[in-house]
């Protein structure tokens, strides 16, 4: 079975500080691919950073970056210089080969950013 | 911009009474989706359009259909809308291959407020 855990619900972070973002994931399907969203308040869906399970170097846009540990199954984002726009909720998520058109995702986090 | 666009933003119905959220993309991307999220949740896949090809999820209640007239356009009907059903929908498309490298990209959503 497919499984996207993220354990942390919610947090403080301070203005221009680095955050780390929990997101461990569980398939038996070699190819697959994993994706960040963010959600403001308005509720749009906002997607951020892709890995593939291939990928030898961790993905990184901007910001943000993905650190992806294969043998653990962790593919935690990581937000630098945090901004107060970063406070919304953020989703992991997996899509494998085998699930089709599935993609699986996560409870979410929320990080509050402070000034 | 290429985009996702959803219409309307809010949308506010009675108990019982049919519904019709629409969703239209400038992508010209293969599958089209419909997600359903409730507060504080991921968002759950209800079904998805590949081509004219409809694929639904086992759980998604018969209350819920759906229609693709063309590659940009999908439909998202509510029968009868339950007290239940109040949420916000998205729509959301990918190029698709199928494989776990195609991203999902997101339109606004349509909160949906039920009497």
């Known amino acids: 079975a497919q499984k996207i855990t993220q354990t942390q619900p919610g947090m403080f972070v301070q203005e221009k500080e680095a955050v780390t973002l929990d997101c461990t994931y569980d398939?038996?399907?070699?190819?697959?691919?994993l994706f960040w969203y963010k959600q403001p308040s308005s509720g749009e869906m906002i997607f951020l950073i892709y890995?593939?399970?291939?990928?030898?170097q961790n993905a990184t846009e901007g910001r943000y970056s993905l650190n992806f540990q294969k043998a653990r199954k962790s593919a935690n984002l990581v937000i630098s210089a945090s901004q107060l726009g970063d406070s919304a909720m953020y989703f992991c998520?997996?899509?494998?080969?085998?699930?089709?058109?599935?993609?699986?995702f996560g409870a979410g986090t929320r990080p509050f950013v402070k000034a | 911009d290429a985009m996702v666009i959803q219409n309307p933003r809010y949308q506010v119905t009675q108990f019982g009474k049919p519904v019709t959220l629409s969703c239209s993309q400038t992508l010209n991307h293969n599958v089209m989706y419909w997600y359903q999220q409730k507060s504080s949740q991921a968002p759950k896949l209800l079904f998805h359009?590949?081509?004219?090809?409809?694929?639904n999820e086992a759980d998604t209640p018969d209350n819920f259909q759906s229609r693709r007239p063309n590659t940009s356009f999908c439909f998202l009907d509510i029968r009868s809308p339950g007290l239940g059903d109040a949420a916000m929908y998205l729509c959301?498309?990918?190029?698709?291959?199928?494989?776990?490298?195609?991203?999902?990209?997101f339109g606004p959503g349509t909160r949906l407020t039920v009497l």
């Open positions: 398939t038996s399907d070699p190819s697959y691919g």
């Open positions: 890995q593939g399970s291939y990928d030898q």
């Open positions: 998520a997996m899509r494998a080969y085998t699930g089709g058109f599935k993609t699986i």
């Open positions: 359009y590949y081509d004219k090809d409809f694929n």
């Open positions: 959301a498309t990918s190029r698709d291959s199928g494989q776990g490298s195609d991203t999902q990209y």
